[in-house]
């Protein structure tokens, strides 16, 4: 089984809630933009804050939504990983 490792959270305004979270969190991103923040945890857990209005492919979701990211080596394992989880 794979294990989480990056989590993105579909907000408003990346910029306020990454000022948030870097109040929450204690420590700044590592990463901002207009569009987009995300910040490094503890044992490497990312967590992204990407603007619900540029998101790609559009969000469907009215009243939130997000991402769990699971990244595996290639797109092989993609595919080994959809197949596993289809049974």
Do not use: C, Q
């Not at 305004?13 to 000022?19: C, F, K, Q, T």
């Not at 901002?32 to 490094?40: E, G, L, R, W």
């Not at 979701?61 to 990211?69: F, M, P």
């Amino acid at each position: 089984m794979v294990t989480p490792n990056f989590a993105i959270l579909y907000v408003d305004s990346p910029e306020r809630s990454g000022a948030f979270y870097a109040s929450l969190l204690g420590r700044e991103p590592v990463e901002t933009s207009p569009t987009f923040a995300m910040f490094v945890l503890d044992k490497g857990f990312k967590l992204g804050l990407w603007s619900r209005h540029t998101v790609e492919p559009a969000a469907a979701a009215a009243g939130g939504g997000g991402e769990l990211v699971l990244a595996v080596e290639n797109a092989a394992a993609v595919d080994a990983t959809h197949s596993d989880w289809a049974k």
